[in-house]
């Protein structure tokens, strides 16, 4: 069973910066896909930011040129560098691996809990 963990959030001033990062345990072969994904109250799950195991990113147009995705592959781990964060950043942040348990299996998909995010003065 694979499992994320998330840390990282917290209460930050508008204009400020945070960072999270995400960490897999379990038993694995591969991480592909590792993916960042917000969800604010009241609204749907959004994607943040994705970066494939070449570390190719993309962003949602909302954060392009504000937040940064990175991965360390050693660790299994992803991180989210948010600068210039605006009130609307507030939400639920959570990570989204797409790896393999073995090499013949097919993909697993997994979230984390999340971890909150508040932008407010």
């Known amino acids: 069973q694979v499992r994320l963990v998330e840390s990282g959030g917290g209460l930050v001033q508008p204009g400020g910066s945070l960072r999270l990062s995400c960490a897999a345990s379990?038993?694995?072969?591969?991480?592909?896909?590792m993916a960042w994904y917000r969800q604010a109250p009241e609204k749907q799950r959004e994607l943040v930011a994705t970066?494939?195991?070449?570390?190719?990113?993309n962003y949602a147009d909302s954060v392009k040129g504000r937040f940064t995705i990175s991965r360390d592959n050693a660790k299994y781990t992803v991180y989210l560098q948010m600068n210039s964060l605006k009130p609307e950043d507030t939400a639920v942040y959570f990570c989204y691996y797409v790896g393999k348990t073995t090499i013949w299996a097919s993909p697993f998909h997994v979230w984390g809990r999340g971890t909150q995010v508040t932008v407010s003065s």
């Open positions: 379990g038993s694995f072969v591969s991480i592909d896909t």
């Open positions: 970066i494939t195991s070449g570390s190719v990113a």
